[in-house]
């Protein structure tokens, strides 16, 4: 009850990613917010790049 679903990925890739770039970060971002939740991306040169969701769940 009240709890909270994080969700991480990460990567190993050579980082950069730009989140203004395309539709796709901009889009899973709107799902999030949609669902009362936050997501955070760094991905700074060198990488990685770590992408965080965290959701409200159950309750």
């Not at 770039?21 to 700074?44: E, F, K, N």
Request: glycine share 24%; aromatic share 0%.
């Amino acid at each position: 009850r009240g709890g909270r679903l994080r969700l991480l990925v990460e990567d190993d890739g050579r980082g950069g990613a730009d989140e203004d770039g395309g539709s796709g970060l901009t889009g899973i971002r709107r799902r999030v917010a949609a669902l009362d939740g936050t997501l955070r991306l760094t991905s700074p040169p060198g990488g990685p790049t770590v992408l965080e969701v965290d959701l409200p769940c159950g309750g």
